[in-house]
């Protein structure tokens, strides 16, 4: 038996970690026009797998489990075991050595850039993380894990946005340290960082403080979200060019990179991507504005080709977790005892 452990809820999947949405995708398009059985469990349960991270797939087989961590392990699995190609999911194996290559390297690259740009979405975005991002988290863990997990990803993000240059949108006045484990929100800190000789004598100074402090962190984030649709940009740019690079001849500005009608473990991880980055629920959609009018053509093809994928989702494969599967306080507890083992 298969069974596909993501981050979600009931039925639907998370936008906060694309991997767990192009496996979900991967399955869905694949597996179920093969007829093969498989679940996908909304267990947002961390532990489960030896790196602590999802998407993790169970195969369960003569009593022995094999587990498969993070969209490129799983994708290759799926690739060799299941190398059909009479779906619309071309497997690895059937690509050219050239094309095995391009997509290897694709995988590569969003991995190590648009990850970070994402991430900068979600949680260094301080509309995006107080009012959508941290919220989700009530539904997909139990008390007082809801509390814990969003933190440990603020914290984790601030740190990885540096390596394509983007900071915290930090100011002496409204925000705790990232050592604190307290993401950035509207609450008067004393304990200044940066600027902090400047010290209140009266209320009206504090309040011209905490006006020009306010206006510092509009203007921090301003430049931050600019840096990252300049970032994010070129990393369109480069998809576009690859897609002419491959296909020289198509009449179109952009379309499937590998096969007509047919998609690459790649792209699935690119459209999950995009739709993380694009999801309309955000309260800070600028990314998807600067998409639309920067590259229309591969805006309109993606939002096509997300939309379908979505639609490929079968809500019969869902199920969530249960038992020991649950990321609750007594199991977590038991796991760090080691009195439970996954």
Not at 17 to 28: G, H, I, T
Request: glycine residues 4%.
């Amino acid at each position: 038996m298969i069974e596909l452990h993501i981050w979600g809820a009931d039925k639907q999947v998370s936008i906060i970690d694309p991997e767990s949405l192009a496996s979900a995708w991967l399955l869905s398009i694949h597996l179920t026009p093969q007829q093969i059985p498989y679940n996908i469990v909304t267990s947002c349960n961390t532990n489960l797998s030896d790196s602590g991270r999802l998407p993790l797939l169970l195969v369960r087989r003569n009593g022995t489990t094999r587990k498969y961590e993070g969209f490129s392990e799983i994708s290759h699995f799926i690739s060799e075991k299941f190398p059909a190609d009479s779906t619309k999911y071309v497997p690895d194996v059937k690509l050219s050595t050239t094309d095995q290559l391009a997509n290897f390297s694709l995988i590569s690259f969003l991995n190590n850039t648009t990850k970070y740009v994402n991430q900068y979405n979600l949680y260094v975005n301080t509309e995006n993380y107080e009012n959508y991002t941290r919220k989700l988290f009530s539904s997909y863990l139990p008390f007082p894990m809801m509390y814990n997990q969003p933190l440990k990803f603020f914290k984790s993000a601030s740190e990885q946005v540096k390596i394509i240059g983007l900071g915290v949108n930090k100011t002496s006045l409204f925000s705790f340290s990232v050592g604190d484990e307290t993401p950035e929100t509207e609450t008067f800190n004393d304990e200044n960082e940066g600027e902090q000789d400047e010290v209140a004598i009266s209320s009206l100074h504090e309040k011209v403080m905490l006006a020009k402090s306010k206006d510092k962190a509009i203007l921090r984030e301003s430049r931050n979200s600019l840096r990252c649709l300049n970032i994010l940009g070129e990393q369109i740019s480069h998809v576009e060019r690859l897609f002419k690079q491959l296909n020289p001849n198509s009449p179109v500005d952009f379309a499937h990179l590998f096969r007509a009608k047919k998609i690459s473990s790649s792209e699935l991880l690119l459209y999950a991507y995009f739709h993380s980055l694009t999801f309309a629920g955000l309260p800070d959609n600028f990314i998807a504005n600067y998409l639309k009018q920067k590259s229309p053509a591969f805006w309109k093809f993606a939002y096509t080709i997300t939309e379908a994928l979505n639609t490929s989702l079968v809500p019969e494969t869902f199920r969530s977790a249960s038992g020991l599967e649950v990321p609750s306080l007594k199991n977590e507890v038991l796991y760090l005892m080691s009195l439970v083992r996954y």
